[in-house]
C-alpha cells in the first residue's frame, strides 16, 4: 500500500507575479511603443522632405535653363541687328538724379556718393525675343515654352516645356556697360587689310531667369495675385557678349 504525503514549503519572497513586477512591464511596454512611433514619425518626416528637396531641385533645374534660354534668344537677336541695338543702348535715358528707381536697369550698381562708369542699359524680356521670332518666321501662336494643356473634363495634363504643372518661365536680359574690345576677335586682320578697320566692342548680359505659377492655359498669374508668393526659384547669369563689327 502506497501513501501520499504531502508537504507545504514556505514560498520564497518575491516569487510569482508581484504588483511591482506588473508596473515594469507596462513601463517597458510603453516606452518600446513610444520608440516605435518616434521612428516612424522621423520615416515619414524623412520621405516627405526627400520629396520637398526632389521638387525644389527640380524647380532650380527648371530655372536654370530658363534663364540659359533667355540669354541665348537675347543675344541672338541683338547680334540680328547689333548696329541698331547699340543705337537703342546709346539712346536710353539717363538718370536725372542718383537715386535707386532712377537707373533703368537692376545691373547697374548703386550706392549713395557713387556714380557709375556707365547709366546705358537695354532690356530684352520674354516678350520681345518671344515677338522677334514671330517677326523672323515663327507661327504667330510661337510660344517660347509651350504651356501644359489640361483637359477640364477628363483631368488629363499633356506636359508642357515645364512639365505637367501650371508654371510658367519667364526672363529678362540686361545689356549694360559697354567698352571696346581692343583685340579683334580670332581669324580677324590685326594690322594691315580692310578688316583691321573694322570695330569691335562688349557689352555685359545679365538673364535673369524665373519660375512663376501659371492658369490652365499656361498664363502667367498676375504680379499681386496671392499664388506668387509660392514663387519657386530665381537664378541670374552673366555673360561678357562681344559684338561687331559695328560703325
Do not use: W
Not at 536654370?64 to 547699340?86: C, K, N, T, W
Amino acid at each position: 500500500m502506497v501513501t501520499a504525503r504531502s508537504s507545504h514549503l514556505p514560498r520564497r519572497p518575491g516569487s510569482g507575479c508581484q504588483p511591482s513586477r506588473r508596473g515594469m512591464t507596462i513601463f517597458v511596454v510603453m516606452l518600446v511603443i513610444m520608440m516605435l512611433t518616434a521612428v516612424g514619425i522621423f520615416a515619414a518626416r524623412s520621405s516627405q522632405l526627400g520629396v520637398s528637396n526632389s521638387g525644389r531641385y527640380r524647380a532650380m533645374v527648371q530655372t536654370h535653363f530658363v534663364a540659359e534660354a533667355g540669354m541665348q534668344g537675347a543675344i541672338a537677336e541683338f547680334s540680328r541687328d547689333p548696329g541698331g541695338y547699340l543705337t537703342m543702348l546709346h539712346a536710353s535715358p539717363s538718370p536725372t538724379t542718383a537715386t535707386a528707381t532712377s537707373y533703368p536697369c537692376f545691373d547697374i550698381p548703386f550706392r549713395a556718393g557713387l556714380t557709375p562708369a556707365s547709366t546705358l542699359c537695354l532690356r530684352l524680356g520674354y516678350q520681345a525675343v518671344q515677338s522677334a521670332a514671330v517677326v523672323s518666321g515663327a507661327p504667330a501662336a510661337f510660344k517660347l515654352f509651350s504651356p501644359a494643356v489640361v483637359d477640364g473634363t477628363t483631368g488629363f495634363t499633356a506636359p508642357g516645356s515645364l512639365g505637367r504643372g501650371n508654371i510658367a518661365g519667364n526672363f529678362m536680359v540686361e545689356f549694360t556697360d559697354e567698352r571696346p574690345l581692343d583685340v579683334p576677335p580670332p581669324g580677324m586682320a590685326i594690322s594691315k587689310g580692310p578688316a583691321a578697320s573694322l570695330k569691335f566692342v562688349t557689352i555685359t548680359a545679365r538673364a535673369m531667369g524665373q519660375i512663376v505659377p501659371a492658369d490652365n492655359s499656361g498664363v502667367p498669374l498676375p504680379v499681386l495675385s496671392g499664388t506668387n508668393m509660392y514663387v519657386t526659384s530665381l537664378e541670374t547669369i552673366r555673360a561678357d557678349v562681344m559684338v561687331g563689327p559695328v560703325l
